[in-house]
């Protein structure tokens, strides 16, 4: 399914015109428009910086954040592809570097100890590393996000997952060297072993500790096809039992993607039985539909990976076996088998159909959390079947991730939970008077969130947003006090990614 999808907004073609604070930056550096940078995908924040940098180097990363400590109050925000959705990649009357100028800096295979990784700039999109590992090497990274117009640097600053986490870990786990400029304007190259703490800070820091310019990421061999599958639950317990027990397979007993989705039980186009088909060639027949189901259905989401050798009837096997234990509804199954590159490149379509219908460039008030096993069930009563029970105008995603998958060590956080879900909310909505007000979107989602704390869920939000520190430090809980000690470590200015709203310009002098 869709995870997430990036977009770069193009402004006017007027070339940023440093003022005085940023005048020695004149004549070593190229500017972008200024416009590109004040807004993003979200559509609902929007900030004026006072340059937009094209840095085609980490050494210009570097030069961009050491002008920036020489100043009293200059900021600076590394700027992926944009898809940010709540200003978290701006910076207002501060630099903003965009970091695509850099994609092309890095990108070489290398061994060791048998194992192959790929070296690629975090300016890179994943949709690049892609295309490029698999023609030159016929390998591919384990773990990705769903949407690929993601950089490198973004997803991992933050976590990046999708249906292969539960086996592989985040993308933040796939990843075995970083090569980081540091709020201080140090270029540092840091693993496990070398600067390991910086690395530990980096990996879902949320930009606050250093600007990511290259990672080592794991790769493995790519397979040919995917055998792609969608099946139907009208009972949230079996949808979850399935799914929980599909994740915790041993690898090569189960499919290779795991990811599920809530449909409203109905034939509304955007929010119903039609989003559930894969092609046009397919019907969802209703009748098939217990008597018995509530307002809303679940679709599991399965693939499994095969290579263009294999027999037919060996993956069918494969499949007939795993798909017998499972309990989804009878009659209601949809598959393929695409090639394994269309597969990952699926939201390509989606990307397409929304800026057909000019829904693309509308705001995206999309809401991301993580919900422990044990408040899952109630979170469906009171959430999928109540507050939603008509769909978001996008995909609603809920499906099981593995907590040992997970680095403690990273600065991400987590539930407390070994086996916790993903839940997104991916709104694409016309605008007013299309659509609803978008302060009546965000107010829900509002809503879910006090709800989760009002009945104690064991909860935490992916991609997070506050607007007070005291609420960020309820987010990270116990870590509070590392994360501020690496902020201090690392940038002790608070010169990074001001956006996210953690820390102020030098709040930790």
Same mark, same amino acid.
């Given at each position: ?8 907004? =193009? ?18 550096? =190229? ?29 210009? !990363? ?10 009293? %109050?200059?900021?600076?925000? *590394? ?34 100890? +048998? ?23 016929? #390998? !591919? *990274? ?46 540092? !190259?840091? %693993? ?27 790769? @493995? ?32 007993? +189960?499919?290779?993607?795991? $990811? ?16 559930? #088909?894969?092609?046009? %060639? ?7 539909? *217990?008597?018995?189901?509530?307002? &809303?259905?679940?679709?599991? $989401? ?35 088998? &695409? ?7 699926? &939201? ?22 993580? &919900? ?37 060590? =990273? ?21 007013? /008077?299309?659509?609803? *007000?978008?302060?009546?979107? !965000? ?23 506050? #607007? ?6 309820? =987010? ?11 902020? @201090?470590?690392?940038? /002790? ?17």
């Amino acid at each position: 399914m869709i995870a997430y999808l990036e977009h770069f907004v =193009h402004g006017n073609d007027t070339e940023s015109t440093p003022n005085d604070d940023v005048s020695s930056l004149q004549g070593s550096f =190229h500017f972008s428009p200024i416009s590109i940078a004040t807004k993003d995908f979200g559509g609902m924040k929007s900030s004026t910086p006072l340059a937009v940098i094209r840095p085609y180097s980490t050494a210009d !990363v570097a030069r961009a954040v050491k002008a920036a400590t020489t100043t009293t %109050n200059l900021t600076v925000a *590394p700027r992926g592809n944009g898809h940010s959705i709540n200003g978290q990649a701006m910076a207002e009357k501060g630099l903003v570097l965009d970091m695509r100028a850099t994609a092309e800096e890095h990108f070489q295979l290398l061994y060791h100890d +048998g194992v192959p990784y790929v070296d690629v700039s975090g300016g890179a999109l994943w949709e690049e590393v892609l295309k490029r590992c698999v023609s030159q090497f016929q #390998l !591919v *990274p384990r773990s990705w996000t769903d949407y690929l117009g993601l950089t490198v640097g973004g997803t991992l600053s933050n976590a990046g997952v999708s249906g292969q986490t539960f086996r592989y870990g985040p993308q933040t786990a796939n990843v075995t060297e970083l090569e980081v400029v540091t709020g201080k304007g140090d270029t540092l !190259v840091c %693993n496990e072993n070398q600067n390991s703490e910086l690395f530990f800070a980096t990996l879902g820091g949320l930009g606050q500790f250093g600007i990511i310019t290259r990672a080592r990421i794991v790769l @493995q061999q790519a397979p040919d096809m995917v055998r792609w599958i969608r099946v139907i639950y009208s009972e949230f317990e079996d949808f979850t039992k399935d799914a929980e027990w599909l994740v915790t397979l041993p690898e090569g007993d +189960g499919f290779d993607y795991v $990811e599920g989705f809530v449909v409203a039980n109905n034939d509304d186009p955007c929010n119903g039985w039609p989003t559930v #088909l894969m092609g046009s %060639n397919q019907v969802f027949d209703p009748v098939q539909v *217990p008597s018995s189901a509530g307002p &809303v259905l679940y679709c599991l $989401e399965l693939a499994l990976h095969y290579r263009k050798t294999a027999r037919s009837s060996d993956v069918n096997k494969r499949v007939d076996r795993l798909l017998g234990g499972l309990r989804f509804v009878e009659g209601i199954k949809f598959e393929d088998d &695409v090639k394994y590159m269309d597969f990952l490149l699926r &939201v390509k379509s989606v990307e397409e159909d929304a800026k057909a219908k000019g829904i693309w460039d509308a705001p995206h008030p999309w809401l991301n959390m993580f &919900v422990s096993k044990s408040d899952i069930a109630d979170f469906d009563r009171e959430v999928f079947k109540k507050i939603l029970k008509h769909g978001v105008g996008g995909p609603i995603l809920v499906y099981p991730l593995l907590r040992s998958k997970w680095d403690d060590r =990273h600065s991400v956080v987590v539930p407390d939970s070994n086996i916790f879900y993903i839940i997104a909310l991916l709104r694409f909505i016309p605008p007013p /008077p299309k659509g609803p *007000p978008t302060d009546k979107l !965000v107010s829900q989602n509002n809503a879910i969130i006090q709800l989760c704390y009002n009945r104690g869920y064991n909860f935490k939000l992916y991609l997070p947003h506050y #607007l007070s520190q005291d609420n960020w430090m309820r =987010h990270f809980g116990d870590k509070w006090t590392r994360f501020v000690q690496r902020k @201090q470590n690392f940038d /002790p200015m608070a010169i990074l990614a001001p956006g996210q709203k953690i820390f102020s310009r030098n709040q930790l002098k």
